[in-house]
């Protein structure tokens, strides 16, 4: 509705600006109380309000490799959909913690294995070009070294 001429314009009341702030309010506390869990409680940066769309890559894109110990030099693979292997290491996608890949280095329980890795994809900020980038890796001791 258009005021009369000559009318003053109304003035933004407690109430309007209490309105106009509340949503802004409501964000920073989402996003604030998120990364307070990501920090403190070890919650995906993708769960919780889904801002970690905007601050890490999915874990879907993150791969483990396993590195084997054979008479003929290192012999380094993915483990493939459908195997044990492939099952245990889903859990290190999202949790790429020396502790994930301990755990999933028992339970591939291969005496030759040398090393887990975890690499997530990334952007050389030098030349923009493709990169892998390791996260995280665990090399399993053997007794005696």
Partial sequence: MSAA????EPRPGPRNA?????????????????LGFVEL????????GGFGMYSDPHPDLREVWLEL?????????RPQRGTAEH??????????SESCLAALA????????????VFEPSVSP????????RIAVFEPRAPGR
Avoid: I
């Avoid at 106009?20 to 964000?27: G, H, K, R, S």
């Fill in 69 to 77: 110990e054979r008479a003929s030099g290192p012999f380094r693979y």
């Fill in 87 to 96: 099952a245990a290491s889903v859990e290190c996608r999202t949790w790429a």
């Fill in 18 to 34: 209490a309105r106009a702030y509340l949503v802004p309010v409501v964000l920073v506390c989402v996003a604030a109380t998120q």
């Fill in 106 to 117: 028992r339970r591939v329980g291969r005496s030759a294995l040398r090393s887990v890795e």
């Fill in 41 to 48: 409680r070890g919650l995906t940066r993708w769960k919780g």
């Fill in 126 to 133: 030098r030349d923009l070009a493709f990169e892998r980038r």
């Fill in 5 to 8: 001429p000559g009318d003053p």
